[in-house]
């Protein structure tokens, strides 16, 4: 096993654009691409492994023939990875919606919840998201402001830039809003359900579809989290995210867990054994549970995610 690369997986949305091109420089086919998942084993998109003697197999192949090596004793029997990691490049507003949490997603969609964290990659000047609900909203008053087509006045909408990290648990109302890219680790779910949409229409003409039932079953309506994203790591029971910056070296160990970083800014490599791993903005790279001691050497700017 060695520090493994993914062939980013390119999605469609109707608020996509083409900043993956001018922020990390990727090669991108559409103008309305708006995400790039770059770790995934959900059957909605699967990586395929880009470098090395593994190259061309999938994610889910990998963890079938290795197990444990990759994912260590904690996911050892699981048959699909745990996270899945994004870029989302909001060229326009994405839907409100909200995420289930993990009781009410196995029960009803028969996946994993969705609980996610974003990093802010890139932000305009004044650049917003909505996040959570205005103080004092009841799930009475929110169903009344959806009906009555008032749901901004329910919604707070938060400032953001570049470098803030938000945590999304399940059950938070949110959407990225027009100029936002953003790093995202969530759980290996593909379930979101919609309240509202901007009565944007899809490819077949019609309104999109909106999930408002089972919206109301799972929006939190106790107390909303904090609005202040200067924290540098997050923590959860399904994750964590921690930003790190390299001038020079460290030495990480992975202690029987897979470790991925996904890299903001700059330049460097991946020293192990007699192996070197090229790391450059943009990319994503998975380390297997077993690897033990490596080397991080550059100057970069790194999310590390386990």
Known sequence: MYPLKFIPIYQDRIWG?????????????????GESWDLSSHPNGTSIVENGVLAGKSLNEIILEYKEKLMGKKFAHEKSFPLLIKILDANDNLSIQVHPD?????????EEGKTEAWYVVHAKEEAQIIYG???????????????????MDAVKKVPVKSGDMIFVP???IHALLDGVMVYEVQQNSDTTYRIYDYDRVGDDGKRRELHIEKAMEVINFAEQPSTIFKNTSVHCQHFSMEKLSIAGEIAEKTKDQFLIYCVIEGSGEIRYKDVVESLRAGETVLIPACLGNFMIKGNLILLKIM
């Open 17 to 33: 654009g083409k900043n993956l091109e001018k922020v990390f420089g990727r090669t991108i086919h559409g103008d309305h691409v």
């Open 133 to 151: 609900l205005k103080n004092h909203i009841t799930k009475e008053g929110f169903i009344r402001a959806v009906e009555n087509n008032q749901i």
């Open 102 to 110: 993990d009781e009410y997603a196995q029960k009803v969609e028969g």
């Open 170 to 172: 399940a059950g938070t």
